[in-house]
């Protein structure tokens, strides 16, 4: 059986999310861009409802919710701000190498004291972003060329076969950044920075990336909704050459397979995500998901500036920021080529016929 | 949004896949091999009239008893079930092993929801109760295309005149699926050609009346186990009777959409044979590149991923657009959508099947290549990949109609 309706409860986290992002985000998209940080009022507002804790365990005072939630409610923060959706996240992707590596009792050491603390950012990098000198002792000394963040409370480094987390001896030198600049953008450096806990385990760290891909893919999935529609709406009301600039095939056509490719990608997510939901085995699906939802943002990104020509170039509208953040969302985690990579070894694991199939799943 | 695939679901098609490896695709192979559609007398579609298969979906005419025969009870009772995501999923796995076989296998096919639909009771009774147990195999066909006239349906030219107590058709079609072999064809035609859609008829013309001829069974590019062939209609004298809904039904445009409803329901069933014929060329790729030792290319892994994930986002696709169908909501805009959307996805998975065979695909003589030259019908049939984003724009942003 495989379930793609979000069912009430979830419609109503659905809502909740999106009276959010449209209200406190989406009137702020700039300011929050230029200061490099989301509005104080709005940051307790998020953790007021509770999106801060939303899939921490219930022992832990969170609301246990999964990665069909995740999905739903980046999607609808991103359609809004996903540079906001980041920087208003105290956990982050970072929380799901804590909860599979460590469980509860790392969560509760490394997590619980970033939930009401303003400001607070996890951020979890994998391995392969870092430039280390030596990974394995106690103390670790490299950089990490970009991050979405001013701050950092807590980093994770994320490897195929385990995770350490630094929490101290951290050195953030802010950069200009390309997308996402409402989380802040560094470079990260550290010098014999000491290793605050390590976590050893393969099976555990693969289900941490494939949790933390569907995490980002639903912050693309979002963000391209929104230039998708965002040039529709637009492109209804321009006009060239005597009409609607919509009512031009090459235009038409153009849009509509922006939405379908958004559409294909949103499935391809939300089965994914489906499948991490009912244990693990579902790892790629999630790598697959994130590669679409990079490849369409290839393609919705610089078409959203496309359709609105000249104007879509300025900064008055918001679709050349839709076509930075997607760009820049699709390099987190290593990039998209790993995930590919993860992929494509699975399939070919696999024997003839290939079932592609959910159906058979779980 | 739910698909429940259930134990006797999975039964379904695991039978299919079975009758998939064993009947469908050597009969596939065979007929690409020798270039001409199955000939109507092959004792393959006998064996299929004799297992249950080529019936109506129409229950029969009212109080007909349901048990007529025990292999009819069983059927009638497994098409109470069959939900339209049931449907295409089985439409999909038979559409892996041989598309072409898929759509030549004996029934009344295309035109029958719009003889359920459209037809007064006698008509149904008429033309598809010698469906509901065949003493051999049977066709029907759905006659819409014109030499002239394709994706703009308004423009068909086959002339109906009323005359006496009957009509006649002048005029000529082309492409038709099944049409030499058919019992009866259901021609599209009209009484103006001034008024487009509104001037449309169907008319159920049978096999042998006489004006009806010029059969041309075409050489195609691929799917060739069925035949699409050209035929002409001269003075050719119909009976009012076989004016499908009679006359009352044209007053309005129903006459019309409900043609269109018959694409409208055929479109993800495209898409579910384009996913199947994708997934094939997969396998055949995966295959090969085991056998070769190719795995350890990162290009060749690169491919095989692209191929899986585009062609699960094209099952989901048409899964979408099913279960709205089953679930009672309008589809029209996600039919489109996973039209054509999983055509062109199936086409690429077996144009990149065919770089990956390289030299091997070119032999012209590896099922590959065949997938490639049969998968490209998909983004033509029953609206082409442009018409379906015309339907899409009209939707999204009301693209107008001229
Ligand atoms: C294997 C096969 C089986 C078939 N079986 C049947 C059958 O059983 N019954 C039946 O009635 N027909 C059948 N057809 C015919 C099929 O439905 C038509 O070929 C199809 O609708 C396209 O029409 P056309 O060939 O006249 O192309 P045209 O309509 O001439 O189109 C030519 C090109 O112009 C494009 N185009 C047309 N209009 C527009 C527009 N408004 N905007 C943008 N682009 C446009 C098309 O997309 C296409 O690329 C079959 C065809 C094939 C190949």
């Not at chain 1, 603390?117 to 103390?139: F, I, M, N, P, W």
């Not at chain 2, 295409?88 to 898929?102: I, K, M, T």
């Not at chain 2, 004996?106 to 029958?112: A, D, H, K, L």
């Not at chain 2, 006649?168 to 082309?174: D, E, F, R, S, T």
Request: proline share 5%; net charge negative.
């Amino acid at each position: 059986m495989f379930d793609l309706s979000p069912g009430e409860d979830l419609e109503l986290l659905v809502d909740t999310a999106r009276s959010f992002a449209q209200d406190e985000l989406a009137p702020r998209v700039r300011d929050a861009e230029s200061a490099r940080e989301v509005d104080a009022e709005v940051r307790a507002a998020f953790r007021q409802i509770g999106f801060a804790g939303l899939e921490l365990p219930e022992a832990l005072g969170g609301a246990a919710l999964g990665p069909v939630a995740r999905a739903l409610v980046n999607e609808e923060l991103a359609a809004a701000d996903a540079g906001a959706a980041l920087a208003l996240d105290p956990l982050g992707p970072a929380q799901y190498a804590l909860a599979e590596l460590g469980g509860e009792e790392a969560l509760k050491e490394f997590a619980l004291p970033l939930l009401d603390a303003d400001g607070a950012r996890a951020l979890l990098v994998t391995r392969s972003e870092c430039r280390l000198h030596d990974a394995s002792s106690d103390r670790v000394t490299g950089r990490v060329p970009w991050v979405p963040a001013d701050r950092v409370d807590l980093l994770v480094v994320l490897a195929p076969d385990g995770a350490f987390a630094i929490r101290e001896g951290i050195e953030v030198e802010t950069l200009r950044g390309s997308g996402l600049r409402a989380a802040g953008a560094s470079e990260l450096r550290f010098d014999g920075a000491p290793v605050a806990a390590r976590w050893t385990g393969a099976a555990p760290a693969t289900r941490a990336l494939a949790r933390a891909r569907l995490y980002v893919s639903g912050l693309l999935v979002g963000t391209l909704r929104q230039a998708a529609e965002f040039s529709r709406s637009y492109a209804l009301e321009r006009t060239a050459f005597g009409r609607p600039i919509a009512h031009h095939q090459a235009l038409a056509f153009l849009l509509v397979d922006m939405y379908a490719a958004v559409d294909g990608a949103r499935l391809l997510l939300h089965e994914a995500a489906w499948r991490a939901e009912r244990g693990s085995g579902g790892e790629a699906l999630a790598a697959s998901a994130f590669v679409e939802a990079v490849e369409v943002s290839r393609f919705v990104g610089p078409n959203g500036v496309q359709v609105l020509g000249g104007h879509g170039f300025m900064q008055d509208y918001p679709v050349e920021k839709y076509m930075r953040e997607s760009r820049a969302l699709g390099l987190v985690l290593g990039g998209v080529d790993a995930a590919i990579e993860e992929a494509g070894r699975a399939l070919c694991a696999e024997e003839a016929p290939v079932s592609l199939s959910f159906a058979e799943g779980p | 949004m739910e698909f429940n695939i259930d134990k006797a679901m999975r039964e379904r098609l695991e039978e299919t896949r079975e009758r998939g490896r064993r009947e469908i695709r050597p009969i596939g192979l065979e007929a690409d091999r020798l270039g001409r559609p199955i000939p109507p007398d092959d004792p393959y579609f006998a064996m299929l009239i004799a297992r249950g298969e080529g019936r109506s979906r129409w229950p029969g005419p009212a109080g007909r008893p349901k048990t007529a025969g025990t292999g009819g009870a069983n059927k009638s009772s497994a098409r109470a079930t069959r939900s339209v995501v049931m449907h295409l999923l089985l439409a999909e796995e038979s559409a892996y092993w041989d598309r072409g076989v898929g759509v030549a296998n004996p029934g009344p096919g295309m035109p029958e929801p719009n003889v359920i639909s459209m037809g007064t009771d006698e008509q149904k009774e008429r033309f598809l109760s010698r469906f509901l147990e065949p003493d051999k195999p049977r066709w029907a066909c759905f006659a819409m295309t014109e030499p002239g006239a394709g994706s703009d349906v308004a423009g068909i030219r086959t002339l109906a005149r009323k005359d006496g107590d009957g009509w006649i058709l002048n005029g000529a079609k082309c492409f038709i699926g099944n049409a030499s072999r058919s019992d009866w064809i259901l021609v599209w035609a009209t009484v103006d050609p001034e008024a487009g859609r509104a001037g449309h008829r169907a008319f159920v013309v049978e096999h042998g009346t006489p004006g009806l001829g010029g059969f041309k069974i075409e050489k195609k590019m691929g799917l060739k186990a069925y035949e699409s062939t050209s035929f002409t209609l001269e003075d050719c004298r119909v009976p009012a009777g076989n004016l499908l809904g009679g006359e009352e039904r044209y007053q309005s445009r129903a006459g019309f959409k409900s043609a269109m409803g018959t694409f409208n329901a055929g479109r993800p069933m495209i898409a579910a044979n384009s996913v199947g014929i994708g997934r094939a060329a997969l396998d055949e790729a995966l295959t090969f590149a085991r056998d070769h030792d190719l795995l350890g290319d990162p290009r060749v892994r690169d491919r095989l991923e692209q191929s899986a994930r585009k062609l699960r986002q094209a099952r989901l696709l048409y899964l979408r657009a099913g279960w709205m169908v089953d679930a009672g909501k309008p589809n029209v805009l996600e039919a489109s959508m996973s039209k054509a959307i999983a055509a062109t996805i199936a086409a690429d998975v077996t144009a990149l099947g065919m770089e990956m065979l390289g030299g091997v695909g070119a032999r012209g003589d590896h099922l590959i290549e065949k997938l490639y030259r049969d998968v490209k019908a998909m983004d033509i049939v029953e609206g082409t990949g442009q018409i379906q984003r015309v339907i899409m724009g009209r939707h999204l942003v009301q693209l107008p109609r001229d």
